[in-house]
T-cell receptor
Framework: KAGVTQTPRYLIKTRGQQVTLSCSPI?????VSWYQQTPGQGLQFLFE???????NKGNFPGRFSGRQFSNSRSEMNVSTLELGDSALYLC????????????FGPGTRLTVL | KNEVEQSPQNLTAQEGEFITINCSYS?????LHWLQQHPGGGIVSLFM???GKKKHGRLIATINIQEKHSSLHITASHPRDSAVYIC?????????FGAGTRLTVKP
């Protein structure tokens, strides 16, 4: 089975722009979660999707949004980028719920200039 | 105070040594995860625990729900075990992470 894939792997944007990141989960997995990792804050939960519905959202501003499609693929969007949004964005998929074993993608490294 | 605390923050060991990393949490959880992150960012899930003990090869993970504490043990450590080990807990609403333990195993 193919693992979790994320595109793009690297991205450079400037302040004020918006960005969309994509995540394709393992085939058969219906839950996708997104995380932000920074040197200062470590790993933080962004949101979780299951069957096209956002189940939970972490403590992030409304500039961070996401969605899940019927094939379980997920996208996250960050609008009006700020320098502090520079981070590694990871998605993880699991069979049904977040407490199941999570399978992580390689991440998208976003740099905001 | 972080709701998921790991210790130690950094650990250096000689090849072959027995290693223990500890994790304490202060929130209600549905599961606890031990993750391994190598340089470059890739994260691998090592264990998912809701009770008791699990073993996979040289790795052992235990959890004490009453004491809200988990340990990850590595027996016969090897330089390829060098990585950051992260404890994470699934709550009803989110997932919370410890700051990680950076392990270096020297040959």
């Amino acid at each position: 089975k193919a693992g979790v894939t994320q595109t793009p792997r690297y991205l450079i944007k400037t302040r004020g722009q918006q960005v969309t990141l994509s995540c394709s989960p393992i085939s058969g997995h219906r839950s996708v979660s997104w995380y932000q990792q920074t040197p200062g804050q470590g790993l933080q939960f962004l949101f979780e999707y299951f069957s096209e519905t956002q189940r939970n959202k972490g403590n992030f501003p409304g500039r961070f949004s996401g969605r899940q499609f019927s094939n379980s693929r997920s996208e996250m969007n960050v609008s009006t980028l700020e320098l502090g949004d520079s981070a590694l964005y990871l998605c993880a998929s699991s069979i049904s719920v977040r407490s199941d074993t999570q399978y992580f993608g390689p991440g998208t490294r976003l740099t905001v200039l | 105070k972080n709701e998921v605390e790991q210790s130690p923050q950094n650990l250096t060991a000689q090849e072959g040594e027995f290693i223990t990393i500890n994790c304490s949490y202060s929130v209600g959880i549905s599961a606890l995860h031990w993750l391994q992150q190598h340089p470059g960012g890739g994260i691998v899930s090592l264990f998912m625990l809701s009770s008791g003990k699990k073993k996979h090869g040289r790795l052992i993970a235990t959890i004490n729900i009453q004491e809200k504490h988990s340990s990850l043990h590595i027996t016969a450590s090897h330089p390829r075990d060098s990585a950051v080990y992260i404890c994470a807990v699934s709550t009803n609403n989110d997932m919370r992470f410890g700051a990680g333990t950076r392990l270096t195993v020297k040959p």
